[in-house]
């Protein structure tokens, strides 16, 4: 979802920001890079170290109910969607195929998205707080795909971190990088694509098939 379909690293790097200077410090570039794709634990570890703060776990827990808010109050601003987005999940869908969306944001702001983004582009969806370990562990995609009652090796993940793209390769699934705020490593069973902008279901089947091609060899 973030970064993906739509626009909304920018509005977590203003929520990291200001959890980062409610917890009384500044977050570094380098840290931030570090949190794409990444599940609310593995992100506050990483502010937390960061900081030179000691992960106590009450203020951790703050800090996440604190984060959520105030990423809350971003999302409700309205979220943009990236080049090609809305049109490449209208093309999936008209192609019959059942689509999850696989995210690690948390469940009470993923629903806030959906309502701009809209439900009725997914089959099923799966949350960061919905399995034991988020992104870059394989959980995320094995649940997404478990739904969804398919192979994972059937699956074609659209990811734009490195995060993500080593959770779906980790389960298995073939993968379409879209590259947002980061790059992301080239890799056997990863194809790139520049944007998401005239995407046609042919070519989604031929990244899959690609993608396995590159896997197998």
Not at 46 to 56: T, V
Not at 186 to 196: A, F, I, K, N
């Amino acid at each position: 979802m973030d970064g993906t379909l739509v626009d909304s690293e920018k509005v977590w790097t203003v929520s990291l920001q200001d959890t980062a200077a409610w917890l009384g410090g500044e977050l570094s570039a380098a840290a931030r890079e570090d949190m794409v794709g990444s599940n609310m634990a593995r992100t506050l570890r990483i502010m937390f170290d960061d900081l030179g703060l000691e992960r106590d776990p009450a203020r951790v827990a703050a800090a996440e109910q604190w984060m959520t808010a105030r990423t809350g109050e971003l999302f409700a601003a309205g979220l943009e969607w990236r080049p090609g987005a809305l049109e490449a999940l209208r093309v999936v869908r008209a192609a019959g195929w059942p689509t999850a969306l696989v995210t690690n944001t948390l469940r009470s702001l993923t629903e806030m998205a959906l309502e701009g983004i809209g439900r009725e582009h997914f089959t099923v969806t799966v949350c960061g707080d919905e399995v034991p370990r988020g992104k870059p562990d394989p959980d995320p995609y094995l649940r997404a795909a478990e739904l969804l009652g398919v192979a994972v090796e059937d699956c074609l993940a659209v990811e734009d971190s490195p995060t993500g793209s080593l959770a779906a390769e980790r389960a298995g699934a073939a993968v379409l990088v879209v590259p947002c705020e980061v790059p992301v490593p080239l890799g056997p069973g990863r194809v790139h694509r520049d944007s998401l902008v005239g995407l046609t279901a042919d070519e989604v089947h031929g990244a899959h098939v690609q993608a396995r091609s590159d896997r197998a060899a």
